[in-house]
C-alpha cells in the first residue's frame, strides 16, 4: 500500500439543493438501466431539474472502481451519461450545467474546486466530506481506496529493482501528493521499508 485515492461526487456549483448524497441515491442514478433524469426522481424534494451525468470513461481505473463499489459490479453502469478520459470535459461539463452530477478522482476535485461544489456522502454512518483525513482514516467510504505498487519478491533481489522500490517507499508520501493522491502516514512507508529490507 503506498496511497490512498478518494473519488469525488461534485455537481454545479450554483446547485443549491443537495450537500449530501446516499451511495443508495448514487446507485439509483448511476446503475445499469437508470431511467433518473430529473433531479426530482430521486429525492422529491429536490427541484424539478434535468439531471445531466458526467464521468470517466470504461478505461478508467476510477470507473471500474466507482461501478464496483456503488453498483455492485465492476463495469456495470448505465450508458447515457457524458464519458471522458480527460477529467478536464468532466469539470467543464459539471461547471456548465446547473443540473449536472459527476464524479471523478479526489485530487482532480482540488485542482478545479473553485468550479465546482464537492457533496459529502453518506455511505451508511452519516454525511461524510471526502478530504486528506477522511480519506486516509477509511471514514468516507466506500469512496475511498488504497493504491498498490506491486513487486515479484524474486525481483526484488536484483539491486535496480530493490532501490527502484526502497526509494519509492522513502519518498512515498511526497511523491504520491504530487500525483494527486494521498500519501500515507510515514509510519507506514517505515514498515513496508523494513519489509523489503530482508531482500537487499
Known sequence: EV???GLSVVVNKSNDWIDCITTEELKLIWDQGSTINNWNQVRSSFPDKEMSLYGPGTDSGTFDYFTDVINGEEGKTRADYTPSEDDNVLVMGVSGDK?????????YYIENESQLKLLSVDGGT?????????????SYAPLARPMYIYVNNAELSKPEVYEFVKFYLENGKMLSEEGGYVGLPLDNYNESLSLIAEYK
Open 99 to 107: 443540473g449536472s452530477i459527476g464524479y471523478f478522482g479526489y485530487a
Open 126 to 138: 452519516g454525511c461524510v466530506a471526502p478530504s486528506e483525513q477522511t480519506i486516509n482514516d477509511s
Open 3 to 5: 496511497a490512498y485515492d
